[in-house]
C-alpha cells in the first residue's frame, strides 16, 4: 500500500456516510467545507473557528475537511501500515501528492490530497481529544493546504493600530508574545491572534485572524487578568490546562478580521524598568518565526521556510525588550506603531 491508496481507504469511509453536516468557512477569501457525521466534535472543533463562518452557498470549496469520531464511521478505519517518529512523521512512502500526520499517542490522524484539495482528520473520540487541539482546529491541514497557496501559518500573536497598521509578535513559547498581545487589548488595540495567524504573502503581508481563541496559563492568568476570570471557556480545567477565552465574545470591540503587517517584534522579556525597540536584521526575524513554527507543523518545511524568508525581507522587524513598568510599556508600543502609521 501506498500513501495515495491509504488516503482513498480513509476517504471511501466518508463517502460511503448516509448523511453529514457540512460548514463553509471563509478564510483570506477562500471558501472552505467541512462535513462530518459527528455532532459533538463539530461543536468542540468549530469553537475556534466559529468566526469564519458563513452561510452555505454551492461555491466551490477551495478546501474541503473531512472529520469525524471514530464511532461515527461505517467502518474502522485501519492505522496507517508504517512506522512514524515521535513528531508523526514517517520517511517510509513517498508523500509529495499526499501527507500523512499520524500521533499514535494523541489517536488523531491527519491526511492530505493536494490534488484533491481534501484533507481527512480523524479521532478516537472527541472526549479523549488533546485539550489544545480545539484551540487551533485543523491547524495542521490548514499548513500542507498552504504549501500551494501565496499564505503561511505563523506561530505568531498580530495587533493592529487599525486595519492598515498591523504588527506580527513572534517568538518562541516563554517569550512574552501572547501576554503582550491580551495587554494591548486591554488598551484598545485590536486584535488577530496570540498564537497562530495566518498571513497572505502579498506586496503588502496582511494578517488575518485563523483563531477566536486565546490561551492564558493559569498562574499568568491570576497575576495579570484576574477580572477575565468569569469569561473562562474551560473553568473547570484551566489550572491543569490553560485558561481559554473567546476573545471576540471577552473584547468584541477590539476584534478584527484582517489588517496590513507593517513590522514584525521579537519580543523577549528584560530586566528592565522600560520597554525598548531595537531595530534587528532580517535574519533575525527570519530565525524568530520559522523554527518556533515549523516545529509545530508537518511536512514541506523548505517550502515554507522561503517563505518566511520573503516575509522576513519584506517587513522591518524589532527586538522588543519588555520592561516591568506597565504605563510606559503602553505609550512606548503607542510611539512607536505612530511611527509606523
Known amino acids: ?6 488516503f482513498q481507504q480513509a476517504l471511501s469511509l466518508f463517502s460511503d456516510l448516509p448523511t453529514y453536516h457540512t460548514d463553509q468557512l471563509l478564510l483570506a477569501g477562500r471558501r472552505v467545507h467541512l462535513n ?14 466559529a468566526h469564519l463562518l458563513v452561510p452555505a452557498t ?27 517518529n515521535n513528531q508523526g512523521y514517517t520517511t517510509a512512502i513517498d508523500q509529495e501528492d499526499y501527507q500523512i500526520f499520524f500521533l499514535p499517542w494523541q489517536k488523531q490522524l491527519f491526511l492530505y490530497s493536494r490534488a484533491l484539495k481534501t484533507g481527512i482528520y480523524w479521532t478516537r473520540s472527541a472526549e479523549n481529544l488533546p485539550w489544545w ?14 504549501r500551494d497557496l501565496p499564505a503561511q501559518l505563523v506561530h505568531a500573536g498580530a495587533i493592529a493600530k487599525d486595519e492598515h497598521t498591523a504588527v506580527l509578535i513572534t517568538g518562541p513559547s516563554g517569550s512574552g508574545k501572547s501576554t503582550s498581545c491580551l495587554n494591548l487589548v486591554r488598551a484598545g488595540y485590536q486584535y488577530l491572534g ?25 498562574d499568568n492568568l491570576l497575576a495579570r487578568f484576574s477580572d477575565w476570570t468569569t469569561a473562562i471557556h474551560n473553568p473547570q480545567d484551566y489550572k491543569s490546562q490553560k485558561a481559554i477565552f473567546n476573545m471576540r465574545e471577552l473584547a468584541p470591540a477590539s476584534w478584527l478580521n484582517k489588517a496590513s503587517l507593517k513590522a514584525i517584534l521579537l519580543p523577549r522579556v528584560a530586566q528592565q524598568e522600560n520597554s525598548v525597540f531595537q531595530p534587528a536584521s532580517s535574519a533575525g526575524s527570519l ?4 523554527p518556533t513554527t515549523l516545529h509545530h507543523l508537518p511536512h514541506h518545511r523548505q517550502i515554507a521556510f522561503q517563505k518566511f524568508s520573503r516575509l522576513s525581507h519584506a517587513l522591518p522587524a524589532y ?19 505612530d511611527e509606523l502609521s
Open 194 to 218: 496570540d498564537d497562530y495567524v495566518w498571513v497572505e504573502l502579498e506586496a503588502t503581508p496582511v494578517v488575518h485572524a485563523l483563531y477566536q481563541t486565546a490561551k492564558v496559563e493559569a
Open 287 to 290: 530565525m524568530g518565526m520559522a
Open 319 to 337: 527586538q522588543w525588550q519588555l520592561g516591568t513598568a506597565t504605563q510606559q510599556f503602553y505609550t512606548s508600543f503607542q510611539q512607536f506603531t
Open 133 to 146: 487541539e480545539a484551540t487551533f482546529s485543523f491547524r495542521t491541514l490548514f499548513h500542507l493546504w498552504t
Open 58 to 84: 454551492h461555491t466551490a470549496a477551495a478546501l474541503t475537511i473531512w472529520y469525524a469520531e471514530e464511532k461515527d464511521l461505517p467502518a474502522k478505519l485501519k492505522a496507517p501500515p508504517w512506522t512514524f
Open 1 to 6: 500500500m501506498d500513501a495515495a491508496q491509504y
Open 36 to 49: 462530518t457525521p459527528s455532532p459533538v466534535l463539530q461543536k468542540t472543533l468549530l469553537f475556534s473557528l
